[in-house]
């Protein structure tokens, strides 16, 4: 396994910086980024939600677990929610893909609108990083991800304590 650093996620300044790029216009293309940020979705999962994947009264989306991973269901804010919702109604049939693009073209739209140059994974990481930040919860980081070997996220939580004992020698 490769050594987990900071150059696989985005630092705090560049999420913010990101987030400020994202807001100033809410379009497919901000939605999917904004998608696969907050909710530490795969590329490929992303591009497989159907309508049919959307749940209304618990106002969540079903990921299909994609590369050996578990699927999941992930409740979504309710702006999140308007949002995707209505991407969703533009498809005329339940079963397509509310986003019927390839991911050569979703690494385009990423490669237009990052704030560095790190790869499209690299939201994923950040958001994997953030939620071990501020839960402490292994458990819950690896179900949000929808893996099925803890070892694929001790990786975050290990990249987190290193760091924390970083600041600590620092401090102390």
């Known amino acids: 396994m490769s050594e987990f650093n900071s150059a696989k996620f985005l630092t705090e300044v560049e ?18 980024l904004t998608l696969l940020r907050r909710y530490g979705m795969r590329p490929g999962e992303l591009l497989s939600l159907r309508p049919c994947d959307l749940n209304p009264s618990g106002k969540s989306m079903l990921i299909k677990g994609l590369k050996g991973s578990r699927s999941r269901e992930l409740p979504l804010s309710d702006v999140m929610w308007d949002w995707l919702y209505a991407e969703s109604q533009k498809c005329p049939d ?7 693009i390839c991911l050569r073209r979703l690494q385009g739209i990423w490669e237009w609108w990052r704030p ?11 958001f994997a990083v953030e939620m071990c930040i501020r839960t ?18 001790l990786i975050y939580l290990d990249y987190v304590q290193s760091q924390d004992d970083f600041r600590k020698a620092l401090v102390g």
């Open 15 to 32: 999420d913010l910086h990101l987030n400020i790029l994202l807001k100033r216009e809410m379009s497919r293309d901000t939605l999917m």
């Open 94 to 100: 339940p079963e397509m893909r509310v986003f019927n």
């Open 116 to 126: 560095v140059k790190k790869p499209l994974r690299s939201l994923r990481h950040t």
């Open 136 to 153: 402490k919860d292994i458990h819950l980081v690896r179900n949000l991800l929808g893996h099925k070997n803890i070892n694929n996220t």
